[in-house]
């Protein structure tokens, strides 16, 4: 079955960091970009970071940019999303999908992970 | 960025009416676009991609068209299942875009 998992979501203070993971399983991860979308309470979805299926090549959402990282660790079929100097703003459930790089919508999304930065 | 439109940005319908949402991008994208459906505390699900082409597994009433600028989602016959939020995505270039949603409710 084709599966992500997210984890590593939770309260943080504004400033803070936090790690998010989502492990997948089911198809082969490292022939396919990776996504991060996220979802303020009660708001529309936003994109906000994509990397390529080799790693190489990363994009941000202007509201993210210099702050939060993405990644991709091939060998455990794992991608992350290291998010520093968090905002209010940035509180959303943040889910990982399969695709949004080489033309590609997302086909398969987690179930999401919630995140909220409180001061 | 490409700004992404929906429209309206919420209906009523009853089952088995024939709804259509509308999506319009600020600037050429093709045919890479996508349609969601958002059900409560859950995560989006494709339901289209390519502007027309269904997803694996998603009913037939759901059909997609358009290209360019203007796209529609169009829902042959609501059924139970189907009131939920729907969102429209380009996928053309970054950063990606989603359109504000659409939230279909029952009458």
């Known amino acids: 079955e084709v599966q992500l998992l997210e984890s590593g979501g939770g309260l943080v203070q504004t400033g803070g960091s936090l790690r998010l993971s989502c492990a997948a399983s089911?198809?082969?991860?490292?022939?396919?970009?990776m996504s991060w979308v996220r979802q303020a309470p009660g708001k529309g979805l936003e994109w906000v970071s994509t990397i390529s299926y080799s790693g190489y090549n990363t994009y941000y959402a202007d509201s993210v940019k210099g702050r939060f990282t993405i990644s991709r660790d091939s060998s455990k079929n794992t991608l992350y999303l290291q998010m520093s100097t968090l905002r209010a703003e940035d509180t959303a459930v943040y889910y990982c999908g399969k695709g949004g790089g080489d033309y590609s919508a997302f086909d398969i999304w987690g179930q999401g992970t919630m995140v909220t930065v409180s001061s | 960025a490409i700004r992404m439109t929906q429209s309206p940005s919420s209906l009523s319908a009853s089952t088995g009416d024939r709804v259509t949402i509308t999506c319009r991008a600020s600037?050429?994208?093709?045919?890479?676009l996508a349609w969601y459906q958002q059900k409560p505390g859950k995560a989006p699900k494709l339901l289209i991609y390519a502007a027309s082409t269904l997803q694996s597994g998603v009913p037939s009433r759901f059909s997609g068209g358009g290209s360019g600028t203007d796209f529609t989602l169009t829902i042959s016959s609501l059924q139970s299942e189907d009131f939920a939020t729907y969102y429209c995505q380009q996928y053309y270039s970054y950063p990606l875009t989603f359109g504000g949603g659409t939230n279909v409710e029952i009458k």
């Open positions: 600037q050429d994208v093709s045919r890479y």
């Open positions: 089911g198809f082969t991860f490292s022939n396919y970009a």
